[in-house]
């Protein structure tokens, strides 16, 4: 896809604040995201937590800029509860290697419930996190902490961690994520690394069956520093999704270093793009045109338009 003749790097949008949310009876759970079965050779070791997120004192500077978590968590008075799905490896990986997983998870819920996002992606990028993502590499499980229903699925609200940097807050039903919430993936780069064009991709609004179902937004921030002047970057689209793919007219911003902004309209169904004009010489159709030159538009070639929507979301349903 480009804008005129330069190619557009496909980046799309999703912005918006999740609720402040409270809950009684929160726990951590280990599982395959999307099982709706009850595994009755579930083992379930249980433990009280005493304190919210004890122990993040001893991060020193890292976590001191964030705030005081435990204060503010003693006088809620919840009780967190830990328990573990049965063979369930990245939970025992995590023990093995001294990972305190209730503190993780307590920590990011915390911050997320209070509508912090710098904190939770400061958090995002802390050496435990990325080590208790990392466990989960290759596989569609999550670990968990939030309310759950009398099988022990997640239910209500509650944070789950993927693996490759991805996060979600927000409504589960049935063990899926279903209602509405917020998913982010972030980017981490090596010390010194300068070439990365993404810090995060993050889609919030309706969900159903654990995928985007409903209106909602998808958003990608960048590295300013490695955008290529006069080139625009789809950064936000907005409108109706279905199945995680874009449903309906959608609307698009993209954006240029220096802080310039466009915006552009198409109409997608199920991930395909509606053309808005004739194929060119190079075989290209036009489908999203800017909203203020009506002459101006993002191509794509035929064989190129299909599953256009929020990419690289892990779900077992995909």
Not at 106 to 126: Q, R
Not at 137 to 159: C, E, I, V, W
Not at 286 to 311: H, R, S, T
């Amino acid at each position: 896809m480009t804008d005129d003749n330069k190619k557009e790097r496909s980046a799309i949008a999703a912005i918006g604040m999740v609720m402040l949310l409270t809950a009684a009876g929160i726990g951590i759970f280990l599982g395959v995201g999307g099982s709706r079965k009850e595994e009755d050779s579930q083992s379930r070791l249980q433990a009280e937590i005493m304190e919210y997120a004890g122990g993040a004192e001893e991060d020193g500077e890292e976590f001191r800029r964030m705030g005081d978590r435990k204060q503010a968590a003693q006088a809620s008075g919840e009780q967190e509860r830990l328990q573990e799905a049965g063979g369930a490896d990245p939970e025992r990986a995590a023990a093995e290697s001294g990972l305190d997983l209730a503190r993780i998870l307590s920590e990011m819920k915390g911050y997320w419930e209070a509508g912090n996002m710098e904190a939770v992606g400061d958090l995002a990028h802390l050496p435990r996190y990325l080590e208790a993502s990392g466990l989960l590499a290759g596989t569609t499980r999550f670990y968990y902490m939030g309310d759950t229903d009398s099988r022990n699925q997640p239910h209500g609200k509650g944070l789950a961690i993927y693996a490759d940097n991805q996060y979600y807050y927000g409504d589960w039903e049935d063990g899926v994520r279903s209602g509405s919430g917020m998913w982010i993936k972030y980017y981490v780069y090596e010390e010194g690394a300068a070439d990365g064009l993404y810090l995060l991709h993050s889609y919030s609004g309706e969900w159903d069956g654990d995928l985007p179902n409903g209106e909602g937004a998808e958003h990608y921030d960048f590295v300013e520093e490695n955008l290529e002047k006069e080139e625009g970057y789809n950064r936000n689209f907005i409108g109706s999704f279905r199945d995680g793919l874009y449903d309906g007219e959608i609307y698009i911003t993209n954006y240029y270093s220096g802080g310039n902004v466009k915006e552009w309209s198409g109409t997608a169904r199920q991930g395909v793009w509606e053309p808005l004009g004739d194929k060119d010489q190079q075989g290209r159709y036009p489908v999203i045109v800017e909203l203020k030159n009506k002459d101006n538009y993002q191509w794509i070639y035929e064989k190129e338009n299909k599953n256009a929507g929020v990419d690289g979301l892990i779900s077992p349903v995909k």
